[in-house]
């Protein structure tokens, strides 16, 4: 069965810190990874998309980097504000899954002024 | 960028009515909608995939008689939660892509609150 977990379900950290929000993942074949920030009551946002071929990927402050044979991502946020506070999704899509995407638990992330 | 809307944004309403939500994709051809639900604190599970001129795939445990789709044009899919119970109150998501293939993006709507008393 696929599955994905995210660790940990919540996090506070003060303003400023360096943190790593992880997600692993039951089977390797994957097509694509995804994450993803929710704010309370919306929808997802889209962060960064890493494809199988590749190692990671970088968008401003956040890094997600890829290790498919250990079936794990992790997301990298520097510098972490306040306003990075939500929740973050880690979403896979396999091959021959008509586009599906599988999703964690999410890291209910807290950033304190 | 590409924009999916969803209309109502919350509906509250009794129990035994039904509830029609609307996922639209604004300025592209989605081929493909997907439907998700999500309860509090919790991720968000597939219940269906539907494509345009076509029946909706199901998800292993989800009623297709009770969450009824369609998807009749490029730009509409429609869920129908029927004879609605307290137990279906949750946070109903859209995303739309324009192929059903893997790598595709999916876009994703703002969701629709449903609470049902």
């Known amino acids: 069965k696929q599955e994905v977990t995210q660790i940990p379900a919540a996090l506070s950290v003060p303003e400023g810190e360096n943190l790593v929000l992880n997600c692993s993942f039951t089977?390797?074949?994957?097509?694509?990874l995804q994450w993803f920030r929710q704010d309370p009551g919306k929808g997802l946002t889209s962060l960064l998309l890493i494809q199988s071929s590749q190692r990671e990927q970088t968008s401003g402050r956040l890094n997600a980097s890829l290790d498919k044979s250990s079936g794990r991502s992790t997301l990298y946020i520097a510098a972490s504000q306040p306003g990075d506070s939500a929740t973050y999704l880690c979403?896979?899509?396999?091959?021959?899954?008509?586009?599906?995407?599988?999703f964690g638990q999410g890291t209910e992330l807290s950033v304190k002024p | 960028g590409a924009v999916v809307s969803q209309h109502p944004s919350r509906v509250i309403c009794k129990s035994g009515t039904s509830v029609k939500i609307e996922c639209r994709s604004l300025d592209f051809q989605a081929t493909t909608m997907f439907w998700y639900r999500q309860f509090p604190k919790q991720s968000l599970m597939l219940m269906a995939t539907?494509?345009?001129?076509?029946?909706?795939?199901?998800e292993q445990g989800v009623e297709k008689d009770k969450f009824l789709i369609n998807h009749a044009s490029l730009t509409l899919s429609t869920l129908t939660v029927t004879s609605a119970h307290p137990e279906d109150s949750s946070f109903y998501i859209c995303s739309a892509s324009q192929r059903a293939k893997e790598g595709d993006t999916q876009y994703f709507g703002p969701g629709t609150r449903l609470t049902v008393l």
């Open positions: 979403a896979v899509g396999y091959y021959n899954q008509g586009g599906k995407l599988i």
């Open positions: 539907s494509n345009e001129g076509s029946k909706a795939t199901y």
């Open positions: 089977d390797s074949a994957i097509y694509n």
